[in-house]
């Protein structure tokens, strides 16, 4: 029986900015309620560069980052429910929660005031193991190829979520502004969902990418003309960049009651005048990341509907090359690490 206590093989950024280098970490005895997954793929995302830039707040060095991962459960804590050895999995933003307060018991986990982010406080999946509550290591249908599923767990998640909160129905008209990592998984839920689907974007190069994406029509994101001509024409709008926009004019192409949704993380302050949600009783909202019971059914809709990100993929020994690749924006659209530990 291997030893589950070993040190866990890592990349790690030691200051703000840094590339990252090998580290080893004791991970300590493994938890009642946890599993230690072996990881076979981690995503690369956005937040991952935030964590190691300590872009959004001071972090903790040395950073492990990696919260996309995809691999095969191979040790069990002694009160694990509902896993396996052997079982592939997926982890994304969260590896815990409380379990018990009002949020957990509702099923709203990704709210508990106590949830564990995977690379905040800890280390995350660019490793050769991780480990996780078992209710946050979601069964990996065999439908969907590993290799590229680790994106959905936390980009796909993110944009699947509003779908869910907000009833979207297969009538409804929706825009999806940026098509970037989650615009382009946001495009390919929203037409499978039965929408008709606008996709918006600043880059006139993406249009023919985000049609064939499954977009029925596409708008310029920053043209004001263009904004104002589809005035009143949708019925939802995800915004999934984190860009400072046109705030005004992007509520203006909602028809009455509509909703603006944002996933994206914009650093600047929304200026939005009132009258234009007002008049017309649009909405305006805001999600993160979602819980283990969307997290399981947007991977049953995407292995129904063969919903996967458009990856490229790097060795994770090559991590640091993967994250500059990222950095220069020239990702189409999700980067994919594969473990050769």
Known sequence: MPDFRAEIRAFAAHTAGAPLQPFAFDPGPLGEEDVEITVEHCG????DLAMIDSEWFPASYPVVPGHEVVGRITALGAHAKGRQLGQRVGVGWH???CTHCNFCIGGEQHLCGQR???????HGGFADRLRSHWSWAIPLPDALDPAAAGPLMCG???VFLPFVLHAIKPTDRVGV????GLGHLAVKFARAWGCEVTAFTSSPSKR?????????????????AELKAAAGSLDFL??????????DALVGTLAPKGRMHLVGVVKDALSVRSGGLLSWQKG?????????SVLATMLEFSARHQILPQVERFPMSRVNDALDHLRSGKARYRVVLDADF
Do not use: F
């Open 44 to 47: 690369v995302c956005h937040s």
């Open 95 to 97: 590896t815990g929660s």
């Open 116 to 122: 564990q982010p995977t690379l905040i406080g800890r």
């Open 156 to 158: 796909g998640g993110t």
């Open 177 to 180: 502004v940026g098509i970037g």
């Open 208 to 224: 023919d990418e985000a049609l064939a994406l499954g977009a029925h029509k596409t708008l310029s994101s920053v043209d004001k």
């Open 238 to 247: 995800l915004i999934t960049v984190g860009a400072a926009l046109n705030w």
């Open 284 to 292: 305006l909202s805001a999600s993160p990341t979602p819980p283990p």
